[in-house]
Every structure is written in C-alpha cells, then in structure tokens.
C-alpha cells in the first residue's frame, strides 16, 4: 500500500534559521507529492506541489523536490519566520478520480524570536 | 467563491445523541471526503464521494453514515455519539489535479 513518513516533531527554530522537514514515501506506481499546512485552529491549506520526479514545488518561501530515487520529498526553506509556526503535512496520491491522499502524521514547527 | 464551509464550528454531544456536521463546497469539486484529526494520528479518512450519489467508506467509517445528494453538500452523521468521536473533523473537496481544499473544522465533544 501507500504511506507516508515524517520527521518526529516538534522541530524548534530560531527566526532566520534554515528549515528542512523530511518526508519520505512508499507507493505502488507513481505519485504526485504534496505539502500542506495547517494554522493553530484552521483547515489545511495546499502549500506546494510536485506531480512527476525531479520537479521542484515552491510556495511563500518553501520548496520541496520530487526525488524517485531516494523517495522523498522534503521541505525546505532558508529563512523562517515566526508566522511559518504550524504543522506541516506531507501527502501523496496515486492516480486521480477516486483514489484518496494519503498524509503523513504531521510535524509541528515552532519558531521563536 | 467561499471554498469549504462547515458547521457548527464546535459542539459537545452527550453519549448516544445523534448529530449531523454540515459541509458544503461552492467550486463545483465532484470529490468530497470527511477526515477526523486526533493527537499522534494525522488525518483519518471516515467517508468519501467521487460524485452526487456515490459515496464509500474510508479507513474508519464505523458509527458514521454520508450521503451525497447534490454536487454541493456532503453532510456527515452520528448516528450514535460515543466518547470515542470526541475529535475535530474536516470536510474536503478536490480539484481534477488532486489539490484538496479543506473546511475549517468542527471540534466534537461526547461526554
């Protein structure tokens, strides 16, 4: 089947600091890879996306790199920022139509001043 | 467009109440699905919809009844509340890209 593993958080910063949060996935047959974030008591919104190997999905800052070889997808950005603090969700799915996502179980960033 | 909306925004059930949360989606999604969220374990799929009519289990449907009459709404029932569904529950809807647009939340207690 389908899973997704995440990096055990929380994940403590500094402002400014370099973020990576790693994700990595099993699938049968070829995903498209996903970051979402989820704001202290909102819904998760899409943040980036990457549909085939080697693509690069970039939003607000964040980036994140498709690699079939390693079967990963993680989230990285140069310079976080207190309002960055949230939890972070990495998904995948398999096909389209009526095939579900599959997340991960989500790390939680802090970022402090 | 107001995206996903769902009410209420809280509520707290005794055990055995019966209840329905509310979604709805203005963007013409034909997928639609329900989660529920709990510390340590991400997001559960309960039920899902690829279109009016046609609903399916996810990975945790038991106690929880969907129907799906028009391509808007997709409402969620309890049919009977157990302390076991205290937990917040998200509404979805997806694009034909896969992008899933999600609700804010209803946050359910059962005492």
């Known amino acids: 089947g389908n899973s997704v593993t995440q990096m055990e958080g929380p994940v403590t910063l500094s402002e400014e600091a370099f973020l990576t949060i790693n994700c990595t996935y099993t699938?049968?047959?070829?995903?498209?890879l996903f970051w979402y974030v989820q704001y202290p008591g909102e819904g998760l919104q899409l943040l980036l996306k990457a549909t085939k190997a080697d693509d690069k999905g970039s939003n607000k800052g964040f980036e994140a790199t498709y690699r079939k070889e390693t079967t990963s997808f993680h989230l990285e950005k140069g310079s976080v920022q207190v309002s960055d603090s949230a939890v972070y969700f990495c998904a995948l799915i398999v096909g389209g139509g009526g095939n579900k996502l599959t997340f991960g179980t989500g790390t939680q960033l802090k970022v402090e001043l | 467009n107001a995206g996903v909306t769902q009410t209420p925004k809280f509520q707290v059930l005794k055990t055995g109440q019966s209840m329905t949360l509310q979604c709805a989606q203005d963007?013409?999604?034909?997928?639609m699905s329900w989660y529920r969220q709990d510390p340590g374990m991400g997001l559960r799929l309960i039920h899902y919809?690829?279109?009016?009519?046609?609903?399916d289990q996810g990975e945790v449907p038991n106690g929880y009844n969907v129907s799906r009459s028009t391509t808007e709404d997709f409402p969620l029932r309890l049919l009977s509340a157990a302390p076991s569904q205290t937990s917040v529950y998200f509404c979805a809807s997806r694009t034909d890209y896969n992008e899933q647009f999600f609700g804010p939340g209803t946050r359910l207690t059962v005492l």
């Open positions: 699938a049968t047959g070829y995903p498209s």
């Open positions: 963007m013409n999604h034909e997928y």
């Open positions: 919809s690829v279109g009016a009519g046609i609903t």
